[in-house]
């Protein structure tokens, strides 16, 4: 905080003054609880779209307690994920960096970690702004879903998980939500993978069977010991195959407290319930602070578990339900908050991991998200409807009241921002691309730091923003789009997910530029006729590309397919495997 209220006076806007002053005119108790660190609740929502909540314009679904935080805070209506699904966005949220940047995007067609038992995940030497945060003395919490993986060697050495990188505790899912852990629903992997892993177990079942027979003819000199290890390869295939169809969620949705499993296969019904007690124990344990809470929501991701208080309520079926229960939630730690005194000394945040899922459809039902006036939707890299979320900040009593502020913005912002907040300074040895909010959210900045922002599909870059500063204006010109199937449909229906390569994609050359400024709807694109500068703002967004393509280097790639195999020694297991079950819960009613 100190830091903040010596920037040289020029910079200083009214609100900055009002800010000083506010602070001055404290009584001497008052000015050292102020300045002191704030207290962090960050809300995470999975695959809610921006079009959903009544602040973004929803008029039907109804969201009382997220709008509060923008009547009371800032609302920031071009906030931008770094990736357009879970793992790579929430792996560049918590390390501020692009998740190519860490290995945590897509190879091998695989976008998000597909086993609680793959070795892939968050790599130990990534540092998180959560871990920074403990170091400046918060007590940092997560509550609800991770998906950024477990286990890198044995069942136990847990290298990927929350307590490894910053977190003093966790009470949640491991791996994320999936159709499969209600037991209900028909499994939801999505069929080319299962495809796929079909396919590598004959054709190692192929090589298994052709070494065998040459080594018994004495053709070809190989150990057994070879052959056992490509049969034992192949027969992790074949399991994850086979538990595509009703395994998983023994061995995916479970749930865990810090290091113990208390709940194998998890109950998904009393999650909501768990989940919110936990967070409120977390604040009211920790209300002395400074903490820092990250409620990292099951809802909005399909299977829509919803208690039987919200089933019914909403004017939008089972989904509308399930995002009017989460609001409620939002309330209820809000209420504490307010309760424990803690609004004022409590910086609010609330976001959404990605676009909502619009090919997410059961029938007529919708189940998945509204991205509003925005181009596609989850698994789009490109199209606004992916990427562009819902951003709020509340601090009562520092931060300006109901502003809106239109410039880009990054959920990437968050790690220095916070990092800032707390007094810690950032990673020196490597590239951080986010930016430090304070400055714009006081208003003593009228623009974003963001001149360019890329948006990559996996590995693969579809589109580029350039925010052109000296005119105000936000250009995107598209490399890659998905292709629509079926066509003018808006989204890829056939397949569920659209892809980020291989033929149900199309390159663009030139790309396609749009000027967001213009057209946020992404509906007409320009061409030399229709706009003047459209040679001289391509050539300006190539050359950014080359210029942060220089910046990138070769990592582990935590999606590649040796790390997204489900491997036996890696299954966190309660009992003995493989007979992972129990329920230590129980008497938690
Ligand atoms: C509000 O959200 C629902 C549920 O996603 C959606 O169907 C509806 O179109 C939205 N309404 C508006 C006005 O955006
Ligand atoms: C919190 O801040 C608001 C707005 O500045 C102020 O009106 C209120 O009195 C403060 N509450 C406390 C408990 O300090
Ligand atoms: C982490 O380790 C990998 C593998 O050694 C390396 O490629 C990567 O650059 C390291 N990341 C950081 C942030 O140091």
Known sequence: MKEVMVRPT????????????????????????????????????????????????????????????????????????????????????????????????????????????????????????????????????????????????????????????????????????????????????????????????????????????????????????????????????????????GFIRFWNCILMKNYEITQQPMKVERAATLMLREAISFIERNKHGPFFLLVSFLHVHTPLVTTENFIGKSSHGLYGDNVEEMDWMVGKILDTLDNGHLTNSTLTYFTSDHGGHLEARKGNAQLGGWNGIYKGGKAMAGWEGGIRVPGLFRWTGMLPEGKIIDEPTSLMDIYPTLVHLAGGTLPQDRVIDGWNLMPLLWGSVQHSEHEFMFHYCGMHLHAVRWHQKDSGNVWKAHYVTPIFKPEGSGGCYETRFCPCSGEGVRHHDPPLLFDLSRDPSEATPLSPDTEPLFHTVLKRIDEAVEEHRRTLGPVPQQLSLYNIVWKPWLQPCCGTFPFCRCDKEKDNM
């Open 10 to 245: 020029h910079y200083w806007s009214s609100a900055g003054m009002l800010l000083a002053l506010y602070v001055l005119l404290q009584p001497p108790e008052l000015q050292g609880l102020v300045s002191s660190k704030p207290n962090v609740v960050i809300f995470l929502a999975d695959d809610l779209g921006i079009g959903d909540l009544g602040c973004y314009g929803n008029n039907t679904v109804r969201t009382p307690n997220i709008d509060r935080l923008a009547k009371e805070g800032v609302k920031l209506t071009q906030h931008i994920a770094a990736a357009p699904v879970c793992t790579p966005s929430r792996a560049a949220f918590l390390t501020g960096r692009y998740p190519i940047r860490s290995g945590m995007d897509e190879s091998n067609s695989y976008r998000v970690l597909q086993w609680l038992a793959g070795s892939g995940g968050l790599p130990p030497n990534e540092t998180t702004f959560v871990k920074i945060l403990k170091e400046q003395g918060y007590t940092t919490g997560l509550i609800g879903k991770w998906h950024l993986g477990v286990n890198c060697e044995n069942r136990n050495d847990h290298c990927h998980h929350p307590l490894q990188h910053g977190f003093d505790y966790f009470y949640g899912m491991p791996f994320s939500m999936f159709g499969d852990c209600q037991i209900t629903e028909p499994p939801e992997q999505d069929l080319p993978t299962r495809y796929k892993l079909w396919s590598f177990t004959k054709l190692i079942a192929l090589a298994v069977f052709t070494l065998v027979a040459a080594r018994l003819t004495h053709l070809v000199p190989v150990s057994w010991k070879i052959i056992f290890s490509i049969a034992l390869f192949g027969f992790s295939f074949f399991i994850s195959w086979f538990s595509s169809f």
